[in-house]
C-alpha cells in the first residue's frame, strides 16, 4: 500500500525558509515521480512542484527560483526546500504520486 507523510510545515516569517519533507513507503521510490501541491483557502489545489522518476524537474512559476524538489531513494524521502518565502505561499503542502497523497503540512507566512 503506497503511504505519503509530509512533514516540516510550520509558521515563518516573510522572506525565511522551510524544508518540507515526504517519506515514502510502500512502494519503491526510484521508479515514481512525486509532487508537491498546495491548497490555500478557498482556493483550488494547485501543482507547485514535480520530480520524475528520471529526475526531470518542473516548477510552477510563481515559486521558480525560491523553491527545490530533491529526491534521496536511499532514504525514500523527496524534499521541498522553500526560500524567501512570501505570504502568498500560506497553504497546506501535499505530496502524492498516482493517486495516492499525504495528509498534508501547513506552511503559514506571516509578519
Known amino acids: 500500500q503506497l503511504q505519503l507523510v509530509e512533514s516540516g510545515g510550520g509558521l515563518v516569517q516573510p522572506g525565511e525558509s522551510l524544508r518540507l519533507s515526504c517519506k515514502i513507503s510502500g512502494f519503491d521510490l526510484k521508479y515514481y515521480y512525486i509532487g508537491w501541491f498546495r491548497q490555500a483557502p478557498g482556493k483550488e489545489r494547485e501543482g507547485v512542484a514535480k520530480?520524475?522518476?528520471?529526475?526531470?524537474?518542473n516548477y510552477l512559476d510563481s515559486v521558480k527560483g525560491r523553491f527545490t524538489i530533491s529526491r534521496d531513494n536511499s532514504k525514500k524521502k523527496v524534499y521541498l526546500q522553500m526560500n524567501s518565502l512570501k505570504p502568498e505561499d500560506t497553504a497546506v503542502y501535499y505530496c502524492?504520486?498516482?493517486?495516492?497523497w499525504g495528509q498534508g503540512t501547513q506552511v503559514t507566512v506571516s509578519s
Open positions: 520530480i520524475t522518476s528520471s529526475g526531470a524537474i
Open positions: 502524492n504520486t498516482d493517486d495516492s
